[in-house]
């Protein structure tokens, strides 16, 4: 949940980096957190479908990364194009980790309510 934050956060801040050593730190950081994302990838699948289907449920996930990771590009152009900046595509591509990360907190606090109601 953390790296998700942390994904769309650096995402957005790409734009106001002004200076070139900002945007280095932006990047590290951007990749530190994008790394702990992929590496702790596996374990989650792991403990969903199980060992036996375990490299599918991987193989469906990078499937589906894919989609934004081909999509995006050409679709920051067009805003570039018509906005004249890239800065619109930084801000729009932060957007879905900071919800994602948002609704991630928000499972474990609806699971325990519903352990609850359950007793």
């Known amino acids: ?27 590290l950081f951007m990749g530190l957190f994008d790394g702990c994302f992929i590496c702790i990838m596996g374990p989650i699948a792991f403990e969903l479908v199980g060992a036996q289907d375990v490299s599918q449920a991987i193989g469906f996930l990078l499937g589906l990364m894919s989609v934004p990771m081909t999509v995006g590009p050409p679709i920051a152009g067009l805003l570039r194009d018509k906005l004249g900046s890239y800065d619109v595509a930084f801000y729009l591509a932060g957007v879905p980790p900071l919800i994602g990360g948002a609704i991630l907190c928000v499972i474990p606090w609806i699971h325990e309510r519903q352990k609850l109601k359950e007793r």
């Open 1 to 27: 949940v953390v790296s998700f934050f942390f994904i769309g956060l650096m995402s957005m801040m790409i734009p106001l980096c002004h200076v070139f050593g900002a945007l280095i730190a932006v990047c």
